[in-house]
C-alpha cells in the first residue's frame, strides 16, 4: 500500500474502499439493511485498510461492527465518515456533536481517522457551527483529520473566512466522465488532499481504450484508470461487492503508466 501525507501529517492510504452499498439488498443504496458485509469481510482479507462510510449509507453499526469483530487492530485502520447536511445533524452544535458521538459508537471507537462533511452547508452559520464542532472534536484528539466532500471553490472560500483548521481532504467526484479539473488545480494550490468517489466510471468508448493500454502491463481497463488517478496524486475509494474486483484494485503498486499513456487517457 502507498500512502498520502495529508496537510496535517496524518498518512491516508491511497486506496479504500467504499461502503455506500454494503449490508444491503440486493447490493442497492437504498436496499433495507441486511445484518451482514461480507464485502467487507473479503476487503479486510485482501488487505484494505481504509474504509469510506457516511452516516446517510444508514450501515454505519454494521460497517462498525465488521470492523471491530475482524482481527485488524484499530490502530492499522483509517476509519472516514461523514456528517450529512441535514438540519437533524447541523441545526445546532449539539446536533452535530449528537451526531458524532453516534458514528464514535457506530464504530466502537474513540477516535476517526477522517471526518467529513457530505456536501455543501448553505446556510453560513449552519456551515461556522458545524465546522467549529469538527475543530472542537479535532483538538480533542477524537478526530484525527477533517474535510469537506462536493465542495466547489466558493464553498471552500466560504469555509476559508472563519476555519481556524483547514480541510485535510475534498472528496469529489473525479473519473473520465467527471474529471474536475479546475477543481483539481484548486485543491492543489491550496494543500488539500483530493479524494475520488465514483473513481471506476468511464463510458464504454473511454473503457475500451483503457482495456487496449493495460495490454502492455498486463493490467485491466479498471487497474490502468485507478493508476491514472494515484499516480496524479489523488486518492481513491473504489467499491465492488466481488472479491476479485476487490483484489485487482488493490494490485496497482507493480507498475507505472508511461507519460505517453497518462496523455492518451487525458485526451479521452
Ligand atoms: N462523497 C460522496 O458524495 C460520494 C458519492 C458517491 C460515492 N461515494 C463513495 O465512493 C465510493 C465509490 O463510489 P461508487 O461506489 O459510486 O463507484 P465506483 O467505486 O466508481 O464504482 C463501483 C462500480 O464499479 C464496479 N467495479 C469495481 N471494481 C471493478 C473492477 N476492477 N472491474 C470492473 N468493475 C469494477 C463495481 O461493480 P462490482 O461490484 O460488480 O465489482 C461497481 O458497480 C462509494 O462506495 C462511497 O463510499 C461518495
Not at 455506500?20 to 464485502?39: D, M, Q, R, S, V
Amino acid at each position: 500500500m502507498e500512502y498520502i501525507t495529508l496537510n496535517n501529517g496524518l498518512k491516508m492510504p491511497i486506496v479504500g474502499t467504499g461502503t455506500n452499498t454494503y449490508g444491503k439488498e440486493n447490493n442497492e443504496y437504498n436496499g433495507a439493511l441486511t445484518n451482514e458485509i461480507p464485502e467487507l469481510v473479503s476487503a479486510l482479507e485482501l488487505g484494505y485498510r481504509s474504509i469510506d462510510a457516511a452516516i446517510i449509507y444508514r450501515n454505519e453499526e454494521l460497517v462498525g461492527r465488521v470492523l471491530a469483530q475482524s482481527t485488524v487492530p484499530r490502530e492499522e485502520l483509517f476509519i472516514t465518515t461523514k456528517v450529512p447536511g441535514n438540519e437533524v445533524y447541523i441545526s445546532s452544535k449539539k446536533a452535530t456533536r449528537a451526531a458524532i458521538d453516534n458514528s464514535l459508537k457506530n464504530f466502537q471507537t474513540d477516535y476517526l481517522d477522517l471526518l467529513l462533511i457530505h456536501f455543501p452547508i448553505e446556510d453560513k452559520v449552519q456551515l461556522k457551527n458545524t465546522w467549529e464542532v469538527f475543530e472542537e472534536y479535532y483538538e480533542a484528539g477524537k478526530l484525527k483529520a477533517i474535510g469537506v466532500s462536493n465542495f466547489g471553490k466558493n464553498h471552500l472560500d466560504e469555509l476559508k473566512e472563519f476555519a481556524k483548521v483547514k480541510p485535510a481532504v475534498n472528496q469529489i467526484q473525479v473519473n473520465l466522465k467527471e474529471p474536475n479539473k479546475d477543481l483539481l488545480a484548486v485543491l492543489k494550490d491550496e494543500g488539500i488532499t483530493p479524494v475520488a468517489w465514483g473513481p471506476m466510471k468511464a463510458e464504454a468508448h473511454q473503457k475500451e481504450v483503457l482495456d487496449e493500454i493495460g495490454k502492455a502491463y498486463k493490467k485491466s481497463g479498471a487497474q490502468v484508470l485507478l493508476k491514472y488517478q494515484i499516480q496524479r496524486g489523488i486518492i481513491v475509494i473504489p467499491k465492488s461487492h466481488k472479491r476479485e474486483n476487490q483484489a485487482s484494485n488493490l494490485d496497482l503498486f507493480d507498475f507505472i503508466l508511461s507519460a505517453e499513456d497518462i496523455e492518451k487517457i487525458e485526451n479521452l
